[in-house]
């Protein structure tokens, strides 16, 4: 797996959002949050685990929309991150937050009626076993996103601390025809990668990123997008 031990690291947890969602990376943060909101609808009272949740990005954001969330990662510096953004917006008592790994869920069959993970299958170097974990502890659905193979995003890839798994779009159909999963739902965006929205600032993203939405609407632009959002039932 790729990235277990990286994020291991205080200092790594400390700066994970400043270094990706600060300047024009706002932006992304923003999209994200969208496309998870999207997916998963109205969250009230919703049981709902999220694979590899980091800093709580989006844990904290579903239990103030009152969903009833457990935040499972495998670095306890990621989740010492989350427990204070969860204590800052007064959620304590809406969420849980487990040290584990994905590959081993600690959960009965399908516990929970949703299941997501943002930013985690590019480091899966069996992305199958993954899936099919989630898939077993979600009742109706499962929620992820994926780094394009044929994209942007491979010209700058090697540059990754730890690399990056990219995806086709085929590969990402067998994976969900293989865990039984049925496609309701995909979007592809970013035709600019990431990297490039985090240099610059905030008042130049929105610019780009107008420019970015309006090629990713044309047949081209929706071949380069760098991520795709995949939201299936069980
Ligand atoms: C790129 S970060 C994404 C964090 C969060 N999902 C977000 O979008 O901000 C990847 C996360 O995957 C976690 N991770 C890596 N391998 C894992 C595993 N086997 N089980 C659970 N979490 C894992 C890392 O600790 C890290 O927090």
Wanted: proline letters at 4%.
């Amino acid at each position: 797996m790729k990235g277990e031990e990286w994020y291991q690291a205080d200092d790594v947890a400390e700066s994970y959002e400043d270094k990706r969602f600060s300047r024009g990376g706002r932006i992304i943060d923003r999209r994200e949050k969208r496309a998870v909101l999207d997916a998963l609808g109205p969250v009230e009272d919703k049981r709902a685990l999220e694979i590899a949740c980091g800093t709580g990005r989006f844990t904290v954001m579903l239990a103030e929309r009152g969903a009833d969330i457990v935040g499972l990662d495998i670095s306890e510096p990621m989740l010492q991150q989350g427990r204070e953004k969860a204590r800052s917006a007064g959620v304590t008592d809406h969420l849980e937050w487990m040290r584990g790994d994905a590959a081993r869920l600690p959960f009965p069959d399908d516990h929970f009626e949703v299941v997501f993970a943002m930013r985690f299958f590019h480091l899966a170097d069996t992305p199958a076993a993954f899936l099919e974990e989630m898939t077993r502890v979600s009742r109706d659905r499962v929620f992820f996103d994926t780094f394009n193979r044929f994209s942007t995003r491979s010209l700058y890839t090697w540059a990754l601390p730890m690399g990056s798994r990219l995806y086709s779009s085929r590969e990402v159909d067998r994976l969900l025809s293989d865990t039984g999963l049925e496609l309701d739902r995909a979007a592809h965006d970013w035709v600019f990668p990431y990297g490039f929205y985090r240099k610059i600032p905030n008042g130049i993203a929105s610019g780009v990123r107008w420019l970015d939405n309006a090629t990713g609407g044309t047949p081209l632009g929706r071949g380069l997008a760098s991520v795709s959002y995949w939201s299936a039932t069980v």
